[in-house]
């Protein structure tokens, strides 16, 4: 079906920012992230005041695209794009089966990906409720995800893994980590099951932000232990080569005993 003049509008101006997609491949990357169904999201968006204008891309991770927007008020966001047609819905399946709040999900692609955009709205929803740090969620339609941009002046903060900090720095943000661990385990009753130096950001004043939550479970989910267990492994492991001294089981107690 050719499409209408207001997709065509929406992808003239998604064009810019194709050109600027540091991606080797731009129409690869045009095919896997904007199609039609998408484009037609992102026009409802626009039409509606959260997107006025792209920006750059962000990240590209396994199963989404993040690119810099521009909102009505001309507030910098965060516009999380699953892509439908290339991702490893298989992989991300056991995050959703066994969750009770999406037990009816049919099993295809499609609906995989769908739920994991929904599931990371709730997720994030849930846990800035509870008072972790997390992008703030503003709005979930179909596949995209629009939220709070994690930065300052359209430049995004940098992941964990890419900060030098002084030992003294780095002690206070392991530990705000552990405790935003806490909280999710204690108060949101849930796991985030992919964290690790990836996953999380740092703004200024040494403050860390918990990101990717999208594959986060209930404790009620049958793998939640086994999934909180690697968290904490991730973490420990990578702020001990940063000179912080902690064991797993030192951090499994400190989140689950409260």
């Known amino acids: 079906m050719r499409p209408d003049k207001k997709i065509l509008k929406i992808e003239a101006e ?9 991606d080797s491949d731009n129409h690869q990357v045009a095919e896997n992230v904007f ?18 204008a792209f920006g750059g891309s962000i990240s590209t991770g396994k ?13 910098d966001v965060a ?11 298989k992989a991300v399946q056991e995050y959703i089966i066994g969750d009770h709040r999406f037990e009816n999900v049919r099993h295809n692609r499609k609906n995989i990906v769908l739920t994991l955009a929904k599931k990371e709205f709730q997720n994030l ?9 997390v992008p703030q969620p503003l709005v979930i339609e179909r596949n995209v995800l629009v939220m ?28 705000q980590i552990i405790e935003y661990m806490r909280i999710m385990y204690c108060d949101a009753d849930m796991v985030h099951s992919d964290l690790s130096e990836y996953n999380i950001l740092i703004e200024e004043g040494v403050t860390p932000v918990i990101i990717d939550i999208g594959q986060g479970v209930l404790l009620s989910h049958p793998m939640s232990e086994q999934f909180l267990k690697r968290d904490v492994s991730n973490v420990v492991r990578f702020f001990k080569k940063r000179g912080v001294n902690a064991t797993d089981e030192q951090v499994m107690n400190t989140i689950t005993q409260g």
Do not use: C, W
């Not at 709070?148 to 392991?174: A, C, W, Y």
């Open 14 to 22: 998604l064009d810019k920012l194709r050109i600027k997609h540091k």
């Open 35 to 52: 199609d039609d169904a998408t484009l037609k999201t992102l026009y409802y968006l626009s039409n509606r005041g959260y997107i006025k």
């Open 63 to 75: 199963e989404a695209n993040v690119f810099d927007a521009i909102e009505k008020n001309d507030k």
């Open 79 to 89: 516009i999380k794009i699953y892509r439908i047609s290339s991702s490893n819905f």
């Open 125 to 133: 929803k849930r846990a800035r409720d509870a008072g972790v740090r």
């Open 148 to 175: 709070e941009f994690i930065g300052k002046n359209s430049i995004p903060s940098s992941q964990l893994r890419n900060v030098k900090m002084t030992l003294e720095d780095t002690k206070h943000v392991f530990e």
